[in-house]
């Protein structure tokens, strides 16, 4: 990639004379689509991130959360000393690609390290990944380098990796998604943002070296993959230390602690370089760098790598001259390297090398000043109905033992999801829950995505990914309290790439607006595109809810209550499984107009004593919601009126086990629909009858159909 012509005439007419080669990489990186969202950024104004609990939202390294506080009987405090959490989101596609397990290790610590960036201490990962045809052995490999990635590096740095997904479509077969959220906790007297404060105030690098792994990976993440990318462009693809990063995880601690830092910045897209100038440039300042003070790692490295290089697991501090010294001494002790590089400083954006000014540019600009892209789109048609009969039985065990409805145990088993022991609900339920003591809370961690949604269609397809994770929530017991999103698309130059996007933008900010959820922050991933087409537009979503306690009810039948499906159905099966099973087409379900009432009201019931087991209803439909809930000690005995029914995907609704089936009932009465199914039993043994046809299965025969993953890969 370079700096187009249209880009260099602004930067000549801004700068008055050419760029040097080191002004050009950076602007070439900076105002890159990775960097600055030149395609994006026009939609984006359609997400409402306010709320009185959002303290930074959107543009810092990670957005930052008021923790609502409970007492003991689990009444909502204001109490002093509020707690927050951080939420951030990154996407690592390409470089997944080229180098599936350093790609995504990297991607993990970079998301970490933007938590550190606003004090926080990291407490939480969730994963979303997509991939290829789960029958394609080159999908299987990068599914097994990605997540050996994640789970050495998260193992390492001891942040447990608590929920995700993984979907598996034909479409990502030239370009998988690593999607990467992570969740920190901080006390509000911790608050540390990236925005400089004051002119004077030293700029200090701490951390690994700087070598020349990573360069341009910024510019190398804006366009669509090559047939040769695993070979040409390993050298854009970084190399993680996970040691390294626990110990500036420690060391950001006591930094913090000791409030020794004015403002932060990890170093990530575009590095010293980016994270230097949107630092300075975010306080309204400008920099003087001495690119020969950092510390290096490879001999007669030049400006434009020392400003350019990824090197990972570093971070730049501004911190008061006084405080320096003090600094330093806590990077020696933890063995990480600390350079005074320069200072905050009025005027423009200055780095010397060899006594040689090489950069000198308004920070302004080069941070925030790339032009906006105007491009066509053409919505997407919708499909046709053309729906066949089902076959129960080669449906339900098709469906069912679908590698995108499967087991993910093979995938999480791999994490350390209980250190820090705080993980309270664990993988493999609808939500992971963390117990967050100091406020007496359970914070519910939801996210994902469906490519089989929003390609049938992409807004309401990705309405219905909001919807399902606030689903996933309130299944908890837990009410939405925050998102954020990485919105995955391919290259944005083609009308109906850029018009899918612009779709999955505007579904997933009108159904977060009606679920009153705040978009707090987020990242955009587009030129997901290679020769074998683009990816799916993918919205993943990671979102947060809060509850009094910490206790859940399971999605596991208990054995003893009756079981109901509470929500509406939306009478149409565009995206199922079902239909990628069997083939046909439709339009997509009709989504509950009331949807925020009705989630509400399945919290409530979840939290209530009756309640014995709670699973929501989506990939798959009830079938596999069912076959999830059954285990080697609980069954159930289920009738429906038609077999179809099984498989409707349509988002909000749930199976609930209660002793009290009545008072769910009148919980959604004028709310929603409530269907009887049938019992749970004690047998583990699942009875499924349709008409005068009854399929039985049992826990170990349901076990054996869901297990493809680990059949296959182990």
Same mark, same amino acid.
């Given at each position: 990639?370079?700096?187009?012509?249209?880009?260099r005439?602004?930067?000549?007419?801004?700068?008055g004379?050419?760029?040097?080669p080191a002004?050009?990489?950076?602007f070439?990186?900076l105002?890159?689509?990775?960097?600055?969202?030149?395609?994006?950024?026009?939609?984006?104004?359609?997400?409402?991130s306010?709320?009185e609990?959002?303290?930074?939202?959107p543009?810092?390294?990670a957005?930052?959360?008021r923790l609502?506080t409970?007492d003991?009987?689990g009444t909502e405090?204001d109490?002093?000393?509020?707690?927050?959490?951080?939420?951030g989101?990154?996407?690592h596609?390409?470089?997944?690609?080229?180098d599936p397990?350093?790609?995504?290790?990297?991607?993990?610590?970079?998301?970490?390290?933007?938590?550190?960036?606003?004090?926080?201490?990291?407490i939480a990962?969730?994963?979303?990944?997509y991939?290829?045809g789960?029958d394609?052995?080159?999908?299987?490999?990068?599914?097994?380098?990605?997540?050996?990635?994640?789970a050495?590096y998260?193992?390492?740095?001891?942040?447990?990796?608590?929920?995700?997904?993984?979907?598996?479509?034909?479409?990502?077969?030239?370009n998988?998604?690593?999607?990467?959220?992570?969740?920190?906790?901080?006390s509000?007297?911790r608050?540390?943002?990236?925005?400089?404060?004051?002119?004077?105030n030293k700029?200090v690098?701490?951390?690994?070296?700087t070598?020349r792994d990573g360069?341009?990976g910024?510019?190398?993440?804006s366009?669509?993959l090559?047939?040769?990318?695993e070979?040409?462009?390993r050298p854009?693809?970084?190399?993680?230390?996970?040691?390294s990063?626990?110990?500036?995880?420690e060391?950001?601690?006591e930094?913090v602690?000791?409030?020794l830092?004015?403002s932060a910045?990890?170093?990530g897209?575009?590095?010293?370089?980016?994270?230097?100038?949107?630092l300075?440039?975010?306080g309204?300042?400008?920099?003087?760098?001495?690119l020969?003070?950092?510390h290096?790692?490879?001999?007669?490295?030049?400006?434009?790598?020392?400003?350019l290089?990824?090197?990972?697991?570093?971070?730049?501090y501004e911190?008061?001259?006084?405080h320096?010294?003090?600094?330093?001494?806590?990077a020696a002790?933890?063995?990480?390297?600390?350079?005074v590089?320069?200072e905050?400083?009025e005027?423009n954006?200055?780095c010397?090398k060899?006594?040689?000014?090489?950069?000198?540019?308004?920070p302004?600009?080069?941070?925030?000043?790339?032009?906006m892209n105007d491009?066509d789109?053409?919505a997407?048609e919708?499909?046709?109905r053309?729906?066949?009969?089902?076959?129960?039985?080669?449906?339900f065990e098709?469906?069912?033992g679908?590698?995108?409805?499967a087991s993910k145990?093979w995938?999480?088993r791999?994490?350390?999801h209980?250190?820090?022991?705080r993980?309270?609900?664990?993988?493999?339920?609808?939500a992971?829950?963390?117990?967050i003591r100091e406020?007496n809370?359970?914070?519910?961690i939801s996210?994902g995505?469906n490519?089989?949604?929003t390609?049938?269609?992409?807004?309401?397809g990705?309405r219905?990914?909001?919807?399902?994770?606030?689903?996933?929530l309130? @299944?908890? =017991? +837990?009410?939405?309290?925050?998102?954020v999103?990485?919105?995955? %698309? *391919?290259?944005p130059?083609k /009308?109906?790439v850029?018009?899918?996007f612009?779709?999955?933008?505007?579904?997933?900010?009108?159904?977060c607006r009606?679920?009153?959820?705040?978009?707090?922050g987020?990242?955009?991933?587009?030129y997901?595109?290679?020769?074998?087409?683009?990816?799916?537009p993918?919205?993943?979503?990671?979102?947060v809810?809060?509850k009094a306690g910490y206790?859940a009810?399971?999605?596991?039948?208990?054995?003893?209550g009756e079981?109901?499906?509470?929500?509406d @159905?939306? =009478? +149409?099966?565009g995206?199922?499984?079902?239909?990628?099973?069997? %083939? *046909?087409s439709d339009?997509f /379900?009709t989504?509950p107009?009331?949807?925020?009432?009705?989630l509400?009201?399945?919290a409530?019931v979840?939290?209530a004593e009756t309640t014995?087991?709670v699973?929501?209803?989506?990939?798959?439909?009830?079938?596999?919601s069912?076959?999830?809930?059954v285990?080697?000690?609980a069954?159930?005995?289920?009738s429906?009126?038609?077999?179809l029914?099984?498989?409707?995907e349509?988002p909000?609704?749930?199976v609930?086990?209660t002793?009290?089936?009545?008072?769910v009932?009148e919980?959604?009465?004028g709310?929603a629909?409530v269907?009887?199914? *049938?019992s749970?039993t004690?047998?583990?043994?699942?009875?499924?009858?349709?008409?005068?046809e009854t399929?039985?299965?049992d826990?170990e025969?349901?076990?054996?159909l869901?297990g493809?993953?680990?059949?296959?890969?182990?």
């Amino acid at each position: 990639m370079s700096l187009s012509d249209a880009d260099r005439e602004l930067v000549v007419a801004e700068l008055g004379r050419d760029p040097t080669p080191a002004e050009t990489v950076l602007f070439e990186n900076l105002w890159s689509e990775h960097c600055a969202y030149r395609s994006s950024r026009p939609l984006l104004s359609a997400f409402s991130s306010e709320g009185e609990q959002v303290v930074v939202g959107p543009g810092d390294d990670a957005a930052v959360v008021r923790l609502p506080t409970y007492d003991e009987d689990g009444t909502e405090t204001d109490e002093e000393g509020e707690m927050y959490i951080t939420m951030g989101i990154e996407s690592h596609n390409h470089p997944s690609y080229v180098d599936p397990y350093d790609g995504a290790a990297t991607g993990v610590g970079g998301i970490v390290r933007d938590t550190l960036s606003m004090g926080a201490y990291p407490i939480a990962l969730a994963d979303s990944l997509y991939f290829g045809g789960f029958d394609r052995e080159h999908s299987r490999y990068l599914l097994e380098g990605v997540v050996e990635g994640i789970a050495d590096y998260g193992n390492a740095i001891g942040v447990p990796t608590v929920t995700g997904s993984v979907d598996f479509h034909e479409n990502y077969e030239g370009n998988p998604l690593v999607n990467v959220a992570c969740v920190g906790l901080l006390s509000a007297d911790r608050l540390v943002t990236a925005e400089a404060q004051e002119a004077g105030n030293k700029l200090v690098l701490v951390g690994n070296a700087t070598g020349r792994d990573g360069l341009g990976g910024a510019s190398f993440a804006s366009e669509d993959l090559a047939e040769d990318a695993e070979t040409e462009d390993r050298p854009a693809v970084q190399v993680g230390d996970p040691y390294s990063e626990k110990l500036l995880i420690e060391a950001n601690e006591e930094l913090v602690d000791e409030r020794l830092v004015a403002s932060a910045r990890d170093l990530g897209a575009a590095g010293l370089g980016g994270a230097s100038s949107e630092l300075v440039a975010k306080g309204g300042f400008g920099a003087r760098i001495e690119l020969d003070r950092v510390h290096q790692r490879e001999p007669n490295m030049s400006a434009l790598e020392i400003l350019l290089a990824e090197s990972q697991e570093r971070m730049c501090y501004e911190v008061r001259e006084e405080h320096v010294d003090r600094v330093a001494e806590i990077a020696a002790k933890y063995d990480l390297g600390c350079s005074v590089i320069g200072e905050v400083a009025e005027g423009n954006y200055v780095c010397t090398k060899d006594g040689e000014t090489v950069v000198d540019v308004p920070p302004e600009f080069i941070a925030d000043g790339a032009p906006m892209n105007d491009l066509d789109s053409v919505a997407p048609e919708q499909p046709t109905r053309d729906l066949p009969d089902a076959d129960l039985p080669a449906a339900f065990e098709a469906v069912v033992g679908s590698p995108n409805t499967a087991s993910k145990r093979w995938v999480y088993r791999q994490y350390d999801h209980e250190v820090g022991l705080r993980t309270a609900v664990r993988p493999g339920d609808d939500a992971a829950v963390m117990a967050i003591r100091e406020a007496n809370a359970g914070l519910a961690i939801s996210s994902g995505a469906n490519p089989n949604w929003t390609t049938c269609a992409p807004y309401d397809g990705a309405r219905a990914v909001a919807l399902e994770n606030a689903a996933n929530l309130a @299944a908890k =017991g +837990a009410t939405p309290l925050a998102a954020v999103d990485c919105l995955n %698309g *391919g290259n944005p130059e083609k /009308p109906d790439v850029y018009g899918g996007f612009r779709g999955i933008v505007d579904g997933l900010a009108d159904m977060c607006r009606d679920l009153s959820v705040p978009v707090v922050g987020g990242n955009v991933s587009l030129y997901n595109d290679s020769v074998s087409g683009p990816i799916p537009p993918t919205p993943t979503l990671a979102v947060v809810g809060t509850k009094a306690g910490y206790d859940a009810p399971p999605a596991a039948f208990d054995g003893a209550g009756e079981i109901l499906l509470v929500g509406d @159905a939306g =009478g +149409a099966f565009g995206g199922s499984e079902y239909l990628a099973q069997v %083939g *046909g087409s439709d339009g997509f /379900p009709t989504l509950p107009e009331n949807a925020s009432e009705t989630l509400s009201t399945l919290a409530t019931v979840a939290n209530a004593e009756t309640t014995l087991a709670v699973h929501d209803v989506s990939h798959g439909g009830p079938a596999v919601s069912l076959a999830e809930m059954v285990t080697a000690d609980a069954g159930a005995e289920v009738s429906v009126e038609n077999a179809l029914d099984l498989f409707d995907e349509t988002p909000g609704r749930a199976v609930v086990e209660t002793t009290a089936p009545e008072s769910v009932r009148e919980a959604f009465d004028g709310v929603a629909s409530v269907t009887t199914l *049938g019992s749970a039993t004690t047998d583990g043994t699942l009875s499924l009858s349709v008409g005068d046809e009854t399929l039985v299965y049992d826990a170990e025969e349901i076990a054996d159909l869901r297990g493809v993953l680990a059949r296959e890969l182990d």
